[in-house]
DNA sequence: AAGTAAGAAATTT
DNA sequence: AAATTTCTTACTT
């Protein structure tokens, strides 16, 4: 088993926090986390993320807007992106009865 | 020592 | 102006 490394927990606890329907740059993490120029470090602590799903990694793109990658397929975390940005999808729980 | 889910800049179209 | 490509830098493992 494996535990996470120091720098992937700090990494995740940021990601963590980002809100729905927003999205981060690699740098603002970076930043966040105290390594303004460890962007490339956050992404493959990121990809090494056993948590995809749980930490909203989709939510982490680049600086310049651009996508960026995602384990599952850079394709799912845009539209990922659009749907929680429109926030008015089909979410609404329906109500069993 | 080797690799990277980035960034920025430069170039091309 | 927008898109694509290339190189650089710093960080982790």
Redesign the pocket.
Known sequence: MKE?????KRVYTVVKQIPCGKTR????V?CKIG???????????????PF?IIVP??R?????G?I?????G?DL?KKLLETESDRRNKIKIKRIR
């Open positions: 996470l490394t120091s720098f992937q740059s690699y740098a603002w970076a390594k303004p120029h460890a962007v490339r470090a956050v992404g493959t602590a990121l990809k090494n993320n995809t990694c989709h982490v793109v680049h600086s310049n651009a960026g990658d995602y384990a599952l850079a975390k």
